[in-house]
């Protein structure tokens, strides 16, 4: 049963233009989500989070939304460089500290120079 | 610093066999958490370790098992391995388990069961 869901396994953007991954979720427990980013033969990296108090949280060229009635959050990322190509997870956790994240499939980037 | 190491790299084995893989976390970091990713699933939680102690464990059967010593280094072992354990085994470490913007992976482990 997959709480969190990328529903895109690839998107391709021209550089410079906007890249919008998606993601959605089940669980109305989940009170904190993060994006981290993939390159083959390493292990994700951490890049932006967001708590269920906001609904938009910006660093640099990353922002991220988030939708508590609609169960959606997007990674907006402008503008987009070829170095951005990599898999994207969207991750989540919930209330009861259980200390594990609930991970999307993941959506692969490319942007084509 | 260093970063989180895991060994081996890759790994191949046969169906009915046992492997273990390791992870050394960050110098400090107290937490260590298992994943398993294939494709189609992302990652799914395996079970997190805090001073030696099993925290959390995820909906996998009984062959996953795993331990965590004094050191933080943690171990991971499946037994009677099947197809389907073959996947990428990312550990993750960080202060406390909750710090999740502080989770920082290491490489992973591709284990191929034939």
């Known amino acids: 049963d997959q709480q969190v869901k990328q529903n895109s396994p690839s998107l391709s953007v021209q550089e410079g233009r906007i890249s919008i991954l998606n993601c959605d979720y089940t669980?109305?427990?989940?009170?904190?989500f993060l994006w981290y980013k993939k390159y083959p033969a390493e292990g994700p990296t951490f890049l932006i989070s967001?708590?269920?108090?906001?609904d938009k949280n910006e660093d640099g060229r990353f922002t991220v939304f988030l939708n508590k009635s609609a169960k959606h959050l997007s990674l907006h990322i402008v503008p987009s460089q070829p170095g951005d190509s990599a898999v994207y997870f969207c991750?989540?956790?919930?209330?009861?500290?259980?200390?594990?994240?609930?991970f999307g499939t993941g959506t692969r980037l490319t942007v084509i120079p | 610093k260093a970063g989180v190491t895991q060994t081996p790299r890759y790994l191949i084995k046969t169906r009915g066999q046992q492997v273990t893989l390791s992870c050394s976390p960050i110098?400090?970091?107290?937490?260590v958490s298992w994943y398993q990713q294939t494709p189609g699933q992302g990652l799914q939680f395996l079970f997190e370790?805090?001073?030696?102690?099993?925290?959390n464990k995820g909906n996998f059967p009984g062959r996953f098992s795993g331990r965590q010593f004094s050191n933080s280094r943690s171990e991971m072992n499946v037994s009677t391995l099947e197809l389907g354990d073959s996947a990428l085994y990312l550990c993750?470490?960080?202060?406390?388990?909750?710090?999740?913007?502080?989770?920082?992976f290491g490489s992973g482990t591709r284990l191929t069961v034939v």
């Open positions: 967001i708590s269920s108090i906001k």
């Open positions: 669980n109305s427990m989940f009170d904190y």
């Open positions: 370790y805090f001073s030696e102690t099993q925290r």
């Open positions: 110098s400090g970091h107290r937490s």
């Open positions: 993750a470490s960080s202060l406390e388990g909750t710090d999740y913007y502080g989770y920082t």
């Open positions: 991750a989540a956790a919930d209330q009861t500290g259980a200390n594990n994240l609930f």
